[in-house]
């Protein structure tokens, strides 16, 4: 790489990462805790992003971590993350691939900046746009995400699937960039302890509401499973144009219960506590942030066998895979469930076990120092 960089790991030293995180606050505060194990970190982040994903729990302490408040906003903002580097003198710049126009281009012009002077990599949490808003955004996003992507030294996704997707859209057979590594996507929205849920059967899907989450194909499976004589509760928390326009139908249901608007995290650790596990009809994903919640709490899911889902779903051992878009495959997992407390209990077993043996964050980042050689 660059002589700077190729003395530093010649010597032996601690790598200086700077971690840029335009979004997902708590993954990047907790990636780069666990970094901080074995390297010096700087997180460049809106602080105020992160005391909000907070409220109402407690923080991990990172002491080894050094927070720079950071909104990526302005060309002010720019001034403030380059004087940051440069003043840190890092090895490693790790940018959260981020969403929105501005930050997109400060992302490109550091990029462009810090490329002779530091390796420079990028975790990129969604390879292809999701179905709804998400699509129309990535199409404007295109073109500097196409250069960011092409112009950092290391890529990480999260999963088999998310790297296939990824090689498909950006490069044309067969498909290859020795620059592309695998992760994991680590524990988040982790409850102080794991309880066994104490009520009848009940399952949670929460987030956010989009065309891709299958909502629809929920509702469906729900009125299959009530009218074949399933007993269980449905709780449905949070917000989005897909949650607007079934509201209704959901709340025609018996055993089921809406909460339209987006919940603080304490709030879902509190639901996931409640509940059996978690549903996931998705329609497509990459990879998810609510299979890593449901895990790190001892939640098993039942999920569409789509995207990254597949690479961390083990069918029977930490959740059930039904086919996407089927709301009788749905429904018929439902119902297995409601009747089978053993299956449950095992599930939640195989959820935690995957979360600490997968999913742990001290893991993750040994390997992700590993591939930045």
Not at 73 to 90: E, K, M, N, Q
Not at 107 to 123: N, S
Not at 162 to 180: G, K, T
Not at 344 to 354: D, F, H, N, S
Request: charged residues 25%.
């Amino acid at each position: 790489m660059v002589e700077r960089t190729q003395s530093f790991r010649e010597s032996g030293r601690m790598q200086r990462i700077v971690m840029i995180a335009p979004h997902f606050p708590e993954y990047s505060y907790l990636l780069s805790r666990a970094l901080s194990e074995q390297s010096d970190i700087r997180l460049m982040i809106d602080q105020a992003a992160l005391i909000s994903e907070y409220e109402g729990r407690s923080r991990p302490v990172a002491p080894r971590v050094e927070v720079q408040q950071t909104n990526l906003v302005s060309i002010r903002d720019l001034w403030t993350l380059l004087i940051g580097i440069i003043r840190f003198r890092p090895t490693v710049i790790h940018w959260q691939e981020p969403s929105g126009f501005r930050k997109a281009v400060l992302a490109a012009i550091v990029v462009t900046l810090a490329r002779p002077f530091a390796v420079l990599a990028l975790t990129i949490h969604d390879p292809v746009p999701h179905m709804g808003g998400d699509d129309a955004i990535a199409r404007r996003l295109a073109p500097l995400r196409r250069y960011t992507r092409r112009s950092v030294h290391h890529i990480f996704v999260h999963g088999l699937s998310c790297r296939e997707q990824y090689l498909e859209e950006y490069l044309p057979a067969p498909h290859r960039d020795d620059r592309v590594h695998l992760t994991e996507h680590g524990i988040i929205l982790a409850g102080e302890k794991i309880s066994s849920p104490t009520g009848p059967f009940s399952m949670l899907m929460f987030g956010r509401m989009e065309a891709y989450k299958g909502l629809e194909v929920l509702c469906d499976a729900m009125e299959i499973f009530l009218r074949e004589g399933g007993e269980g509760t449905l709780h449905i928390a949070g917000a989005g144009p897909e949650l607007d326009r079934l509201e209704g139908r959901f709340r025609s249901l018996p055993s089921v219960d809406v909460t339209n608007r987006f919940l603080p995290a304490a709030e879902i650790i509190d639901k996931m506590g409640a509940c059996d596990g978690l549903v996931l009809p998705y329609l497509s994903a990459t990879q998810s942030g609510v299979l890593s919640a449901a895990f790190a709490n001892g939640r098993f899911v039942v999920a569409s066998r789509v995207g990254g889902i597949v690479d961390v779903v083990q069918d029977g051992v930490n959740g059930l895979l039904v086919e996407p878009n089927d709301a009788g495959s749905l429904a018929r997992a439902l119902s297995r469930l409601s009747g089978d407390p053993g299956l449950r209990e095992r599930l939640r077993a195989g959820a935690l076990e995957t979360a600490r043996a997968r999913l742990d964050w001290s893991k993750i980042a040994a390997k992700m120092i590993a591939e930045y050689q």
